[in-house]
Nanobody, 118 residues
């Protein structure tokens, strides 16, 4: 059984930083593309960043230059470093895994709340 668990959310002031972590188990982690999504109140779910098995990254335009996704295959973990946070970054952030050969994001965490407010 695959489990994906996020942590690291919280309340931060505009301009501040947070680091989200995601640990995956029950799967061969290094064979999964990993991604971070977010859903803000009243909005559709948005893809924030992805990192492939080879370490290639991709970002939503809204977070480019501010967020950094990384992975540590030895720890079965993926991270999202968020800097220069804005109120519009407020959302529930979800970690997801897309197994090698799959066209869909098959595994999801429960989400972690990030609130950017003064």
């Amino acid at each position: 059984q695959v489990q994906v668990v996020e942590s690291g959310g919280g309340l931060v002031q505009p301009g501040g930083s947070l680091r989200l972590s995601c640990a995956a188990s029950g799967t061969i982690f290094r064979l999964n593309t990993m991604g971070w999504y977010r859903r803000a109140p009243g909005k559709q779910r948005e893809l924030v960043a992805t990192i492939t098995t080879g370490g290639s990254t991709n970002y939503a335009d809204s977070v480019k230059g501010r967020f950094t996704i990384s992975r540590d295959n030895a720890k079965n973990s993926v991270y999202l470093q968020m800097n220069s946070l804005k109120p519009e970054d407020t959302a529930v952030y979800y970690c997801s895994a897309r197994p090698l050969g799959s066209s869909s994001w098959d595994y999801w965490g429960q989400g972690t709340q990030v609130t950017v407010s003064s």
